[in-house]
């Protein structure tokens, strides 16, 4: 494994490196390199660490999974069994103490990027832990966990046999940062700035942009509310390309037992926006007698 120290190098060489777009001849073909390298990515983190190993919201086929798998570990942000393991925890304990990355427990520098660095108290997870338990025997994802630097030296290499520096830049570099704040966005952003459609016990917020730069996960108070859903965006308005890939999966076979939102989710988000509206027409209805009053004094 590579000491800690090297692993910090790394990703804030890696984070520094993407200023280097400066230093190159710019081509608008450059932004879709950009986008193809963080949106491939950012999928494959969504869909396969996210959505199939922490909440195992559909199952797929071994091919696939191995090829989401790559895909996502190449985003440079550790293997599948840390990432998941760690993010069960986060739902364990959603912003209360043994939240590994929550900014009201930690602070917002700590929640962002401190504990994905932090190797002294995040470095393993424990053998208890589901995802651990359920997928190391997996013998091709142990072997990603284990080797996590090995997808994204890949792609580095081969962005840079392509095309030189340029592409090193656009295909690895800026995208491989972009991408790690879309993610740790979600553990900070997404607890601090949004609507909460759902009374959850937790800070969790929907987030528009993140759903944006984070292939759907910023819908993340739907995603509290309910785990089990493999749909972050809840409704067809709420962006989700994560979903329409899960979707287009199980139609070719690839994917099976989708899980959805069960009706009763949805019953529970119309009586909250009743509730909300309600209140604020008896908020209205209150502020007109005394509005009155006021204008009979001045009178
Ligand atoms: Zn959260
Ligand atoms: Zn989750």
Redesign the pocket.
Known sequence: MLPNIVQVSIFWTVQASAILTVAVPFRWAFIALWAVSHFARAIGLTLAFHRYFAHRAFKMNRVARFVWTWIATSAMQKGPIWWAGHHVN??KY?DREGDPHSPMVSGVYYAHIGWFLNDAKHDTVAPTNPVVRDFSKAPEIAFLDRYFFLPPLVLAVAMFAIGGLPWLVWGFCLPTMTLAHATFA??TV??MFGTRRFETH?E?RNNVLTALFAAGEGW?NN??RYQGAARNGFYWWEFDPTWYVIRAMAALRLAWDVHPVPRRIYEEARVVRARRSRRTMTSIIDAIPLSFELLEETE
Do not use: K, V
Request: charged share 10%; proline share 0%; hydrophobic share 15%.
């Open positions: 986060h739902h959603a979600i553990n997404n607890h937790d969790s993340h995603h509290h």
